[in-house]
Every structure is written in structure tokens, then in C-alpha cells.
């Protein structure tokens, strides 16, 4: 296991149009997170998994934003009708329950065009 | 809510010598955890050094060293003999037992040769 995996590294789009971001977690991590952080900013927690439940996603910044974890590995998060002010890197890290700190990706950088 | 604060943008320091990044956090909560992530321009954000709010001995990796104070919550990255490869942006994070993990807005820090 490599650790986590973010795919694309890089994604450049129109406004308007929507995207979709994948996280591949480490495989024995059941906790999953997805941050966004902005350019000279700390990460801003969006939503969070265990296993496949999605135990919080109050924080997500606007209904256009979704994320699921069907099968409790993988993750996307979605982005709809995008906008300039979503341009930002949008980072994944994995744990296990009860475990102290997280594991990052090296994170999707969006830019909306 | 729990707020994160580093108050020091930037940070330079001589190759060899030690410096001290600055943290402090407001919680109303007992149980917690703290985190220095550091996280070079590559973006990955890489876990540096942890601390328990229930240890009272700071804890110590290598060159990296805290300052906890818990009454203060105050909560500082000491980095010995710093090199080259500590230039980095350094997140302070704030976690609680069952809850996300909330960053700081960073430290720049840069290493002259």
C-alpha cells in the first residue's frame, strides 16, 4: 500500500461544468476525509466517512457539493455547476478509528476557468 | 467552536539553528489531541510530531520538540539544527476525540543556507 491516492492531480474546468474528484484511502483505513484548502490557507474540513456512512456533511459549502463512499473504500467528491471561487487544492486522508492523527494525499488542485 | 491560530505567517531561520513556531487554540474541551503537519511544496501534508492534552511531557521527534501548555492552550513547534528540508508551510491541528481535525492557517517557514 502506497498510501492515499488522489486522482486527477490536476483539473482545469469551465465554470459551470461539474467535476468529480476520487480519494483511494489506505485499504485497512476505515475513516475517510475530504478538505479543501485554499491558497495560503489551512485545509477546511468538508465531510467526512466511516466505512460507507457519511457522519458529517454539514460543513460541505453548498448543496452543490456531494461525496460518497459507496462500498466503503474509494471515495468522490462531486462538484456541480462550478465556480470560480471553487478553484482551490481539494485533499483526502484516510485513518482507523480511534487512531490520533490522519494520513493526506497529495490532493486535487482544481481550477475553474 | 474550536479555533486554531498561528499568528506567524512567516518564519525564517539560519541552516543549523533552531527555531519556534507558535500555536494556540481555544477549546472548552478535556480530551484532545494537538498535530504539527508540515507540508513542503510538493502539497502533501506529512504529520510531524503529536501530542495527547492528557500527557503532560512534551512530546519529542528527533529535532522536533514541543511546547505544550495546556492552562495557556498554548501549543509550540521547536525545530533543532534545522536544514534545508524543513522549509515548509506548517500547519498547527486541533482535534477532539470523535470529532474532524481543524488546521491553523500555516507558517511559511524558510531555511537559509
Known amino acids: 500500500d502506497t498510501g492515499v491516492s488522489q486522482d486527477p492531480r490536476h483539473k482545469i474546468t469551465k465554470r459551470g461544468q461539474n467535476v468529480t474528484f476520487r480519494c483511494d484511502p489506505i485499504s485497512e483505513h476505515n475513516r475517510l476525509y475530504w478538505y479543501r484548502q485554499t491558497l495560503g490557507q489551512g485545509p477546511e474540513f468538508l465531510t467526512y466517512f466511516q466505512n460507507e456512512a457519511q457522519l458529517e456533511k454539514s460543513r460541505l459549502l453548498s448543496d452543490r457539493f456531494s461525496a460518497e463512499r459507496p462500498k466503503g473504500s474509494f471515495s468522490t467528491l462531486e462538484i456541480q455547476r462550478t465556480e470560480q471561487g471553487d478553484s482551490a487544492m481539494y485533499l483526502c486522508a484516510s485513518s482507523l478509528l480511534g487512531a490520533k492523527g490522519y494520513t493526506f494525499g497529495s490532493g486535487t488542485r482544481l481550477t475553474v476557468v | 467552536a474550536q479555533t486554531v491560530t498561528q499568528s506567524q505567517p512567516e518564519m525564517s531561520v539560519q541552516e543549523a539553528e533552531t527555531v519556534t513556531l507558535s500555536c494556540t487554540y481555544d477549546?472548552?474541551?478535556?480530551?484532545?489531541?494537538l498535530f504539527w503537519y508540515k507540508q513542503p511544496p510538493s502539497r502533501q501534508m506529512i504529520l510531524v510530531i503529536r501530542q495527547e492534552a492528557y500527557k503532560q511531557q512534551n512530546a519529542t521527534e528527533n529535532r522536533f520538540s514541543v511546547n505544550f501548555q495546556k492552562a495557556a492552550k498554548s501549543f509550540s513547534l521547536k525545530i533543532s539544527d534545522s536544514q534545508l528540508g524543513d522549509a515548509a508551510m506548517y500547519f498547527c491541528?486541533?482535534?477532539?476525540?470523535?470529532?474532524?481535525?481543524?488546521f491553523g492557517a500555516g507558517t511559511r517557514l524558510t531555511v537559509k543556507p
Open positions: 477549546t472548552s474541551e478535556s480530551d484532545y489531541y
Open positions: 491541528a486541533y482535534r477532539s476525540a470523535n470529532n474532524d481535525m481543524r
